[in-house]
């Protein structure tokens, strides 16, 4: 009687384990996404960046179904090009200053590079404080920032 009771707990487990994922109600519990994310679809986003890039992929597309001249598209393509270069090089340029300006780790790597000492013959040397290469022994040169 035991080992017919234990078998029906076995299969009744077995049964849950395997009708969960169907019960479950569909989401992104689990995956680390917090409930108030936003997920914009790219069509809606403002940013250049964005904009210039699905621009590109139209003209991709309209050329490919015949809508579009190759002039039409190589004309269309060199300006959403030119459009997407400098929206990520702007992009760049402020997560460059973000980053300069709040990551410790940015600050830290910057103050070594300050301290670092030079050799005219080996290149920049992890010595700190010496006078002299370890490799070479030829004076070493602090860089001017």
Do not use: N, W
Request: net charge negative; charged share 25%; glycine share 6%.
């Amino acid at each position: 009687m035991l080992e017919l009771l234990a078998g029906v707990v076995v299969a009744v487990a077995a049964l849950a384990l395997v009708l969960e994922p169907l019960v479950r109600q569909p989401g992104v519990e689990g995956l680390g996404v917090p409930d108030d994310f936003d997920a914009t679809p790219l069509e809606e986003s403002e940013s250049p960046k964005v904009q210039a890039l699905l621009a590109l992929k139209e003209i991709e597309f309209d050329r490919a179904t015949g809508k579009l001249s190759d002039e039409d598209y190589a004309q269309l393509k060199s300006r959403y090009g030119r459009d997407a270069l400098a929206a990520m090089e702007t992009e760049a340029q402020q997560s460059a200053v973000v980053a300069g300006a709040d990551d410790p780790a940015e600050a830290l790597i910057q103050a070594v590079r300050q301290d670092l000492q030079v050799c005219p013959a080996c290149g920049p040397r992890p010595e700190t404080g010496a006078t002299f290469c370890s490799e070479c022994g030829r004076p070493l040169a602090v860089p001017v920032s």
